[in-house]
Nanobody
Framework: VQLQAFGGGLVQAGGSLRLSCAAP????????IGWFRQAPGKEREGVSY????????DYAESVKGRFTISRDNAKNMVFLQMNSLKAEDTAVYFC?????????????????????WGQGTLVTVSS
């Protein structure tokens, strides 16, 4: 099982990017998803979380009001819309999945509980 995170790139401060997370070969509909990021020289941190049902979401304080997580289970994709980007958002972004059942409402915050990880996509915000 392999997640694929893509959509990163170079953007100016104040700009927007949309990251996508795909899972060829298995259904994301049964999985709660988390987006994490790791900036140079820093530990990986949680950014946003979504339940398998899609009706529960949460965000790190640093991105609240700027980032939006969503999912389209029919397309087997999860997205992270990032607006008003800041230089401090520069990092490699990872999506991760943990099984929580179809229509599950659980949000999973602990990095150690995630079983499947994508390879990461680099987001660089220039100031």
């Amino acid at each position: 099982v392999q997640l694929q995170a893509f959509g990163g790139g170079l953007v100016q401060a104040g700009g927007s990017l949309r990251l996508s997370c795909a899972a060829p070969g298995f259904s994301l509909a049964y999985y709660a998803i988390g987006w994490f990021r790791q900036a140079p020289g820093k530990e990986r941190e949680g950014v946003s979380y979504i339940s398998s049902s899609g009706d529960r979401t949460d965000y790190a304080e640093s991105v609240k009001g700027r980032f939006t997580i969503s999912r389209d289970n029919a397309k087997n994709m999860v997205f992270l819309q990032m607006n008003s980007l800041k230089a401090e958002d520069t990092a490699v972004y990872f999506c991760a999945a943990v099984h929580s059942g179809l229509q599950g409402r659980e949000l999973v915050y602990s990095e150690s509980e995630y079983r499947y990880w994508g390879q990461g996509t680099l987001v660089t915000v220039s100031s």
